[in-house]
């Protein structure tokens, strides 16, 4: 089955900088690649997502890339801002929401004022 | 836009006890709902896949006796943690294939047992 590895686990960034958070996939049949935020004892919150005939998509300060032959997808958030800090999830799975949805372990980022 | 409705959103019950957790779909038909577990600072773990008028789907390790996943109509499954033990305590969600957005979260259940 599917197996979706997160990194870094923790980031800290100064606000105004950008983050980076990296995803890799290991199943190739997969086909959509959301990520989440999520704030303490709330549900996942969708933020952006990616269909694996896209490379790139982009919404105001937030951005995903996919490289299909590498099998990662990467989240970039640039000009931080403090309610940026949360945890972020990574996720795929086969066809859009017909398919079980595998996470990533997940990163705290941290905006640093 | 699809909304999924989740409740209990926290519950205490005590050790040997059983919990039920519903999840409905609202505005849209839910043919399959997913179930998720998320221990303090870890992931959603993929618990079991409910399918509507068919028995459910467990994932590795997952005790199908003990948590018991009903589906019945198209807009409710439920989740029952059966004789609860404080290594449950944990945020139990739901989600479903919604519209757009691809997947639909409940809002989730806090379980402490004690």
């Known amino acids: 089955g599917e197996n979706v590895e997160q990194h870094p686990s923790t980031l800290s960034v100064q606000e105004g900088d950008s983050a980076v958070i990296k995803c890799t996939y290991s199943?190739?049949?997969?086909?959509?690649f959301p990520w989440y935020k999520q704030e303490l004892g709330k549900r996942p919150q969708l933020i952006i997502d990616i269909r694996s005939n896209v490379g790139e998509k982009k919404d105001q300060r937030i951005a995903v890339t996919l490289n299909k032959t590498a099998k990662h997808f990467s989240l970039h958030i640039t000009e931080t801002q403090p309610e940026d800090s949360a945890v972020y999830f990574c996720?795929?799975?086969?066809?859009?929401?017909?398919?079980?949805?595998?996470f990533g372990q997940g990163t705290r980022l941290t905006i640093n004022p | 836009g699809a909304v999924v409705s989740q409740h209990p959103s926290w519950v205490i019950c005590k050790s040997g006890t059983s919990v039920k957790i519903e999840c409905r779909s609202l505005?849209?038909?839910?043919?399959?709902m997913f179930w998720y577990r998320q221990f303090p600072k870890q992931s959603l773990m993929l618990m079991a896949t409910?399918?509507?008028?068919?028995?459910?789907t467990y994932e590795q390790g997952v005790e199908k006796d003990k948590f018991l996943i009903n589906h019945a109509s198209l807009t409710l499954s439920t989740l029952t943690v059966t004789s609860a033990h404080p290594e449950d305590s944990s945020f139990y969600i739901c989600s479903a294939p919604g519209w757009g957005t691809g997947y639909t979260f409940g809002s989730g259940t806090r379980l402490t047992v004690v």
């Open positions: 505005d849209f038909q839910a043919t399959t």
């Open positions: 409910s399918n509507e008028g068919s028995k459910a």
């Open positions: 199943d190739s049949a997969s086909n959509y």
């Open positions: 996720a795929a799975s086969i066809s859009q929401g017909a398919q079980k949805l595998v």
